[in-house]
């Protein structure tokens, strides 16, 4: 049987349009782009190229694109580079409970440093209140970080109303569009950011390479010193290979028309889930501000990665944990307040542009399959008492086979 990706949201295949463009540089184009000579002076001009590309699809200049190795480097370089160079004017930064951990991990790292964090709540769909942002704010406030777009349900974030809030009062917006970039509209000035991050693997180019945009005029302190790379603000000599990959996956990502066809087949396959198992199958993530791409559905009193590992060939995600029997919910869930008896039976499907509606229709066909022939193994929910959001502790993840049986999902 052919086997079915619906992990998207984890990482993409390479597009072929991708690899093309950096074919010829596997061959040629080896020289440093720092060097004047006739070997870096190719490099320099397809480095030039592929940041213009970038630029393009965020709707800033060229140069406020950082290249970074991917988009845990680029947020890490916006918290820790916003604290470092802010650290005389104030210490505190915002950010919400359902962050991905290169966001959650930094904010815990900077307050051993003497930062101050407020994790914000979000509602039962997964969406930070701007209100609950405003009111957060507080004269030492250097910072809000708020994701684009969460990975696990795929809640899009109020992000224009935050930025107005955050320009409103002075303070430095940055954004992980990690998820997002590729799927829905990204431009940096209808957002209202002054950070924005991106991986190239969540949308078509090989992992290893990133951005962060990085409004003119932002102090940003280095993660990495040295030469003066990226215009002083990330030392280390730039990939040609990989900013041209990025370039040529953000010149496809421009057109989003594709995503309307993904769009229909992910809500063709929650209306056939709807209609075969009617109260015995719930929507996780708020059900119109979400990314076009994105599935979290959850099977009451049943355990996701048993119903995964059940799915021959089929390659998706559950964001809860299974432990000598027990279930416990991932950060997000809990955060959203998902009873445990819903979460753990919580999988994440997130489509591509490859995917096919055959491909969604035979895994629906197993899902009743599944239910027809026997009854789904169930595990008690680990209760335990609700976390403080500021004590979110992404877990490692841990893989059996095809099926992501992780609490933290990429």
């Known amino acids: ?16 349009a991708v690899a093309d463009a950096i074919r010829p540089l596997l061959q040629s184009t080896f020289g440093n782009p720092s060097s004047a000579h006739w070997a870096g002076t190719p490099a320099k001009a397809a480095l030039d190229s592929a940041r213009g590309e970038v630029a393009g699809l965020l709707g800033c200049d060229p140069d406020e694109v950082v290249f970074t190795s991917g988009g845990s480097e680029a947020n890490n370089l916006a918290l820790k580079g916003v604290f470092f160079a802010l650290k005389d004017k104030g210490n505190h930064i915002v950010t919400s409970a359902i962050e991905h951990p290169a966001t959650i991990t930094t904010c815990k790292f900077l307050e051993r440093l003497g930062a101050e964090v407020t994790y914000l709540p979000v509602d039962h769909y997964g969406r930070v209140n701007p209100d609950h942002v405003r009111g957060a704010i507080t004269p030492k406030t250097i910072l809000i970080s708020i994701m684009h777009a969460n990975n696990e349900v795929g809640t899009i974030e109020p992000i224009a109303e935050i930025g107005r809030i955050a320009r409103h009062h002075g303070v430095l917006l940055h954004t992980d569009a990690a998820q997002s970039v590729g799927k829905i509209a990204t431009d940096v000035h209808a957002l209202g950011v002054d950070l924005l991050s991106m991986a190239g693997h969540k949308f078509y180019a090989p992992k290893g390479v990133g951005a962060l945009y990085v409004r003119r005029g932002t102090p940003l302190e280095p993660l990495i010193h040295g030469a003066d790379h ?96 027990r279930v416990e919910l991932s950060p997000v869930l809990r955060a959203m307040g998902i009873a445990p008896e819903v979460g753990m039976g919580a999988i994440r499907f997130s489509l591509g542009r490859s995917t096919t509606r055959a491909e969604i229709d035979r895994v629906v066909e197993q899902l009743i399959e599944l239910h027809s022939t026997e009854p789904l193994s169930k595990a008690e929910p680990r209760r335990s008492r609700r976390a403080d959001p500021s004590g979110v502790r992404p877990r490692r993840g841990r893989t059996r086979g095809r099926h992501r049986l992780s609490s933290h999902l990429p």
Not at 1 to 16: C, F, G, H, K, V
Not at 244 to 264: H, I, Q, S, T, W
Not at 300 to 316: E, H, Q, T
Request: aromatic fraction near 6%; charge should be neutral; glycine fraction near 8%.
């Open 1 to 16: 049987m052919r086997e079915i990706y619906l992990d998207y949201n984890a990482s993409t295949p390479i597009d072929p």
């Open 230 to 325: 990226e215009s002083g603000r990330r030392a280390g000599t730039e990939s040609a290979l990989l900013a041209v990959a990025l370039g040529a996956a953000c010149k496809l990502a421009r057109d989003l028309a594709p995503m309307e066809r993904v769009r229909e087949l992910r809500d063709d396959f929650w209306r056939a889930l709807q209609h075969h198992f009617e109260h015995r199958v719930v929507l996780n993530g708020h059900p119109e501000h979400r990314l076009p791409n994105t599935l979290n559905v959850a099977f009451p009193r049943n355990v996701g990665a048993d119903i995964l590992a059940r799915l021959d060939g089929v390659a998706a995600s559950t964001g809860s944990a299974c432990h000598s029997g």
